[in-house]
């Protein structure tokens, strides 16, 4: 039980479509954080929240749009995606951001992108 | 600049093996040392911790020792079981307050076979 749930756990949709992932954490944690996880790649930070602010967005492309309404609740929405988007998107909280190494995962969306 | 280096999986082993996974790393000032594990079908788990050079970390058998002079930070378990199959990643995390980054590894595939 890592105390961070991410739904839906699979989605398939077309390069048209919008979709949201969603992630929560039951951990009182301050910083959230979203993942992407590619085969022989290294793992990406896509975005960083610190008490329900944006830190960090790591040149990641428009059609991903993160969204914390509070600091329990993250979001990645996405449109108009592509092919090459398709990978384990992760989610991750930690006490604060100045804690950032010790992170508490989820257990991950599989996104594939037709 | 820093980065990890890990060697590459993937490894297979039969049950009460020794396990070695090779991480060394090249970093600015005086980074901390991390494995994270992800077992099949679920996120990343931190393993253990090293902060500050000989440090050893350990935890479910596993170990690890921060060697400064190497640049290493090895993970070994003297008796390796099967649910040990997992992906491992080794990290380091660098700079200091708000601008502490986490660097991954590629992480390496473990096999354990009865």
């Known amino acids: 039980e890592t105390g961070v749930t991410q739904t839906p756990r699979h989605l398939v949709m077309g390069m048209t479509n919008k979709k949201s992932l969603k992630c929560e954490q039951h951990?009182?944690?301050?910083?959230m954080y979203w993942y992407k996880q590619s085969a022989k790649k290294p793992l990406e930070l896509m975005f960083v929240y610190n008490f329900k602010e944006q830190t960090e967005n790591n040149s990641v492309p428009s059609r991903f749009s993160p969204e914390c309404p509070n600091s329990s609740h993250l979001f990645l929405h996405l449109h108009t995606l592509q092919p090459e988007d398709s990978a384990l998107y992760l989610c991750?909280?930690?006490?604060?951001?100045?804690?950032?190494?010790?992170?508490?995962f989820g257990p991950g969306t599989r996104l594939l992108v037709l | 600049g820093n980065s990890v280096t890990q060697m590459e999986g993937p490894v297979t082993l039969s049950e009460e093996a020794f396990l070695t996974i090779n991480c060394t790393y090249t970093?600015?000032?005086?980074?901390?040392l991390f494995w994270y594990v992800q077992y099949p079908g679920e996120g990343l788990q931190l393993l253990l911790k090293?902060?500050?050079a000989d440090d050893k970390g350990s935890n479910k058998g596993f170990e690890a020792t921060y060697r400064k002079e190497t640049t290493s930070f090895h993970l070994e378990k003297g008796s390796v079981q099967v649910s040990d199959s997992a992906v491992y990643f080794c990290a380091l995390s660098v700079g200091a307050g708000n601008n502490r980054k986490l660097i991954w590894g590629l992480g390496t595939s473990l096999a354990v076979n009865p």
């Open positions: 951990l009182g944690h301050n910083a």
């Open positions: 090293a902060t500050k």
């Open positions: 970093a600015t000032g005086y980074p901390s």
């Open positions: 991750a909280s930690s006490p604060d951001k100045f804690g950032q190494e010790t992170q508490y």
